[in-house]
């Protein structure tokens, strides 16, 4: 059993940054796939980003160039930078792990996950 705590979301206008934490309970160091997904209002769950043991990321198309996944394995936390924010980026973001028998990618990470946190809610504003 993992914990994971996700903070940093809010509100912001469209065009700002925000830079998201989610503490895990675990060492970190050890798994071969975590990352984000996140759920628009009323839209279904969708992958944002991945990272491996060996820090190979994989990032969603609609993120790509504004997003950057980091994960720092002395304090256990895995982050989620996000830049020139879209209304379109408003969600309810999750970190979330994965088991190693598929890519690790964004896609994969969204259907296949096998734990997450509570969240933390993002607001773009136009």
């Known amino acids: 059993q993992v914990h994971m705590v996700e903070s940093g979301g809010g509100s912001v206008q469209a065009g700002g940054s925000m830079r998201l934490s989610c503490v895990v309970s675990?060492?970190?160091?050890?798994?071969?796939?975590m990352g984000w997904v996140r759920q628009p209002p009323g839209r279904q769950r969708e992958g944002v980003a991945t990272?491996?043991?060996?820090?190979?990321?994989n990032y969603a198309d609609s993120v790509k160039g504004r997003f950057t996944i980091s994960r720092d394995n002395v304090k256990n936390t895995l982050y989620l930078e996000m830049s020139a924010l879209k209304p379109e980026d408003t969600a309810m973001y999750h970190c979330?792990?994965?088991?190693?028998?598929?890519?690790?990618?964004?896609?994969?990470?969204?259907?296949?996950?096998?734990?997450w946190g509570q969240g933390t809610q993002v607001t773009v504003s136009s």
């Open positions: 979330a792990t994965m088991p190693g028998r598929a890519p690790c990618d964004s896609v994969h990470l969204a259907s296949q996950l096998d734990d």
């Open positions: 675990g060492d970190i160091q050890y798994r071969n796939c």
């Open positions: 990272i491996e043991r060996d820090d190979n990321t």
